[in-house]
């Protein structure tokens, strides 16, 4: 089974998934309500039950604030604490119809809990989500058993526990396959893409020779050519003739020792397509050793400075400072906006720099859009 998440090999996708989790956070809240207003004779105890739906609406609290873009990735921490909160809904609703309870068949916490844990799909691996709804089930299964006595069904016990704890390991289950397929089926599209990519790359090599051969030509046809002209047609070479040749030659090497030691974030700040210009400080070359998908989410995030108005795209500047091991980063920009707008219009591009980066620090405050983060030389 998969350790990667949904969230991880699909950022944008997880991103999207917010208005599903919301949705089931909700669902949750609304459908444990309503079934304890339906079952209100039951009650032996108001505080513990409505101390059960706050715990329930705590935790879909929790997974609706994690799943944010401002604080992706979805932690670990944040599961246990949805798995905490659900269990003490359990309880909770189990105390306040302590001693009332006549059937396990139409207890809320179960199945309310179970949605809960569905909404974890996007952002945790399959093997969280099961464990989570592992360890709910057998608070299921001790409250059940607690309660068992006063049921009017006279059945094993067992037959009262698999009943309940059904909707929990369901909803689990149904979550972690679909994290688990999602992820798979994604990390063997970028295992095709990449194969095809690599099959491609001596089928495009000439192609490219030939495109860097012209480039070449266009220059030498802009101002070799012509000075070349000047001397034949004047029959002689002058001394301003060898210095502006000697100038020619300079300004050409210059040119393309120039283009050929550029990285590719230089390039991207250079490329007119982009929109976006700055500087970049990288007296190490580490810009090199980014892995793919830190050089996909970088390029990304500088994009879209081009493409929005909150931030000034003609400023960006880029350090990247070489510490043993790891290399220290640090992206800044003026911004034209307040913090909040810069949050709002970026956030869906410090999601996914934050989920490749997981220590990325974001300061939107102006003047500057700060962002601090680090990886590994590779």
Known sequence: ??????????????????????????????????????????????????????????????LVLASSPLRAPF??????????????????????????????????????VGLVLVGLAPYRPAVDIVAAGAVTSVVVAAVVVAESASFVTHVPVLAFVVVAVTPVVALSLAGASFSAAFTTLVERWIAGASSARQASAEEFRSSVVRSVQQDRVTILNRDVVPFFGQVVAAGVVTEADVERARRISADLRGTMVAEADRSWLEQVLADPVTRVSGVVVDPDRAAGRMTAAHRTSLRALLVAFGETDAVRADTVRVELDTEEERVEARISVATASSE???????APYFAVVRIVFDDLQVDPAPPLLTLRFSYDQH
């Open 1 to 62: 089974m998969t350790r990667r998440s949904p969230q991880q090999v699909d950022p944008l996708g997880a991103l999207s998934s917010r208005p599903v989790t919301a949705l089931a956070a909700l669902a949750a809240v609304v459908y444990a309500g309503v079934s304890t207003l339906a079952t209100r004779d039951e009650i032996t105890s108001a505080p513990a039950a409505v101390g059960a739906l706050a715990a329930l609406a705590a935790a879909g609290v929790v």
């Open 75 to 112: 932690s670990r921490v944040s599961v246990v604490a949805v798995v905490l909160l659900g269990s003490v809904a359990v309880v909770l609703a189990a105390v306040g119809t302590a001693g009332a309870n006549s059937m396990v068949r139409d207890d809320w916490a179960p199945l309310a």
């Open 340 to 346: 909040t707008a810069v949050r709002h219009r970026l």
